[in-house]
Nanobody, 124 residues
Framework: QVQLVESGGALVQPGGSLRLSCVAS?????MGWFRQAPGKEREGISC????????WTVPDMMDRFTLSKDAAKSTVYLQIDNLGPSDTATYYC????????????????????WGRGTQITVSS
């Protein structure tokens, strides 16, 4: 079992950037980032495999969303650039032993463990 704690969400103006952090209580888990806007389904963004460091990112998001990992700190980050109102959502960190795979990384059901989320609101 692993506990996840996200941070870094904020109220930002359009065009701004944020870096979200997720600290995990244990290593050796695939880690992923999802988001959920009000009234919408939880949406996969990116993930990183614990075994080989391979990362998957939704193609339409690759230009603005960057996942990175600091293994020494058991922390994964999500850098988001050029934020717009459509990015307003709660952002969640997720973990699972084998969640980060090409065919399933955007499916929230592939990840067993979840943080409580951090809110990003983009507004002028």
């Amino acid at each position: 079992q692993v506990q996840l704690v996200e941070s870094g969400g904020a109220l930002v103006q359009p065009g701004g950037s944020l870096r979200l952090s997720c600290v995990a209580s244990a290593d050796h888990y695939d880690m992923g980032w999802f988001r959920q806007a009000p009234g919408k389904e939880r949406e996969g963004i990116s993930c990183i495999s614990a075994r080989d460091g391979l990362r998957w990112t939704v193609p339409d998001m690759m230009d603005r969303f960057t996942l990175s990992k600091d293994a020494a700190k058991s922390t994964v980050y999500l850098q988001i650039d050029n934020l717009g109102p459509s990015d307003t959502a709660t952002y969640y960190c997720a973990a699972d032993l084998f969640g980060c795979q090409r065919h399933s990384y955007t499916d929230y059901r592939a990840f067993r463990y979840w943080g409580r989320g951090t809110q990003i609101t983009v507004s002028s």
